[in-house]
């Protein structure tokens, strides 16, 4: 398979297939058990690793997610930790990493600081949800890639000006809001895909509410990968008392999204 | 000109809020600057406020007090007497007109103290709008009366029993609703914090008090005012009366924030006293946090103080040094509560009552021919029960 994040991308738009982004947070329900499953995910398939860090005060985030922020910030986590985790993650997958984080910790441990924390991982990409477009230039450099995002509100000319960034992708948030499993209005989510679509180049990752592989295949077309978030947190938390059982689970979701993504 | 076109003030404010609600955002800025020169909806809403929060709030001379303390003579202006009891009416008539006009047909509000909230609750009613409130569940527990408020002015109310179950995580789940309903809703922030415009907005909203003020003092006393002392949460009352005066720099600025039971981490909410640069509810601020950006739990008596944020103008007026910031501890607030309802027959929200106590503290070391005025932002009834729950100091 293809190295680099970039290189993922552009090869899933040049060849019209569809990768699969997983989100999962950092060191929960404990470090050990967090590793078992980033590697069944890429066991399963999973195309890009999207790890989160926990936030005391995740507005972006659905419930769901939003609990684990909350948990995680209750044991202790934090920025620092969440990076010397990502560290060890990077040394066991092959697939690439991309580092969700809200801005308050990253301006806390100081935008240099944390760019070179970034190199040293090796990590691809940087999300930060709670920063639009005009606040992004505070953290780009040449060696740090920021991913832009966009919503169903968003009008062309700011499409555009995402595009513009040359971002290896543009993260679509799929529904008008926050992470969390919902039904999508199909039709006006297609439309918004297309709409962003004809108004940039960049690959396009759709995220924010994928909850089963039937809505997987209906959106394969629209984009270029999809992110699965809230619904691996709920597996999480169905099998948290059975980490035993937790990896299995997580590699046969995975393969069902890439299943039903690949026909 | 304060904020700039990105809306900082310095480098303080501007807009940390998911891509989502730029547009929302935008589109009040839009709104908002239209109707600033629209005649129509400036009448309507100074008719408001007369006719219905009953404005213009009086200027009082607390002659008892200030014979007691001994030295400057204490000035009140009374936000106590609006209707619903605060300040807060100010902005929510302002904000619900203006989401009026932009076709918006429900508010959304989050609360502390539950002022705003019930502010928010009564503009919703009187203008026609369905409306709902986040506060949070530990909030909820100690302004009861409040819940009970909003609920028979027909607003939803929500109480939020997630993370610090206060002010905080009520904005939290304010702006997750905004985010999924701003096509159809306007979230009406109650305090001069969260992203441009909202700082702006509530500011200019809440400036009619330090308008007032200036006029209704210089026909008592021929004179400024030496000080004007307000309390800050947020600090919604204190940007609104000190704002008209920030050109007149020899009327003297003070901001009191709640000291809780002393600057130790997680006893207090005196952000500009101990908090570093942040991002919190969508604008760089100052802030209460730990090392690593995570949020700090806050304490304070009085719910409205109880935030670990603070205006972002505030943080501003803090570096310039052009107001000034102090905080009073729990105990001396309640000291201040008790000692105006003796002395004055009136009794104060306890988060006035933190900008009272610093007056009493001031008072004595001026000139009998100097002045204090400070910014009776609301009224105790809500704080009664609470207060009779705690053994006088």
Known sequence: MIKGLRERFRYFKATGTTGIVAFIMSLLPDEKTCLDCIKALEQGGCDVLELGIPFSDPLADGEMIEKFHHRGVEKGLNLDKGLEFAFKVKEIIHMPLVIFTYFNPVYQMGIENFRTRICEIGAEGVIVPDMPLEELERLTAKDIEVIPLVAPSTPEARIKKADSLNPPFIYCVSVRGITGMQELPEEEIKDYLLRVRNNSISPLALGFGISSPEQARVFKDYTDALVVGSLLASVIEEYMSQPGRLPQEIESMIRKFKKAVSC | ??????????????????????????????????????????????????????????????????????????????????????????????????????????????????????????????????????????????????????????????????????????????????????????????????????????????????????????????????????????????????????????????????????????????????????????????????????VAPTHSLSAGLDYPGVGPEHAFLKETGRAEYVYIRDEEALKAFYELSRLEGIIPALESAHALAYACKLAPRLRPDQSIVVNLSGRGDKDVEQVAGIKEV
């Not at chain 2, 106590?80 to 989401?99: E, P, V, W």
């Not at chain 2, 408020?149 to 904005?171: I, N, Y």
């Not at chain 2, 306007?186 to 809440?206: A, K, T, W």
């Open chain 2, 1 to 294: 000109m304060y904020p700039d076109a990105r809306g900082y003030f310095g480098r303080y404010g501007g807009r940390f809020v998911p891509e989502t609600l730029i547009p929302a955002l935008d589109e009040i800025e839009k709104s908002y600057r239209k109707l600033q020169e629209d005649d129509r909806f400036k009448s309507q809403l100074a008719a408001m406020l007369k006719d219905y929060a009953g404005r213009p709030s009086p200027l009082y001379f607390a002659s008892r007090l200030s014979e007691k303390l001994g030295g400057a003579r204490i000035f009140l202006k009374r936000e106590d007497l609006n209707h619903t009891g605060s300040h807060k009416i100010n902005n929510t008539l302002g904000q619900a007109l203006l989401a009026r006009y932009m076709g918006k047909k429900r508010l959304i509000a989050e609360t502390g103290a539950g002022q705003h909230g019930v502010a928010t609750a009564t503009a919703a009613a009187v203008l026609g709008m369905a409306c709902t409130v986040y506060m949070g569940a530990k909030d909820a527990e100690r302004q009861k009366l409040n819940v009970f408020r909003m609920q028979m002015l027909g607003a939803e109310v929500v109480k939020v029993a997630k993370g610090s179950q206060t002010l905080k995580d009520a904005s939290n789940e304010a702006f997750r609703d905004f985010i999924r309903s701003f096509e159809y809703s306007h979230m009406v922030i109650g305090s001069v914090v969260g992203p441009h415009p909202y700082p702006m907005l509530v500011r200019d909203f809440q400036s009619v008090i330090g308008e007032e003020l200036k006029e209704q003092f210089v026909q008592k006393e021929g004179k400024m005012p030496d000080y004007i002392v307000a309390c800050v949460g947020g600090g919604s009352n204190a940007m609104g009366i000190f704002y008209p005066f920030l050109s007149l720099p020899e009327v003297k600025l003070v901001g009191v924030e709640a000291g809780g039971k002393g600057l130790l981490p997680g006893c207090h909410g005196a952000t500009l006293a101990q908090g570093r640069e942040g991002v919190l509810h969508g604008a760089l601020s100052l802030l209460l946090q730990d090392e690593h950006g995570q």
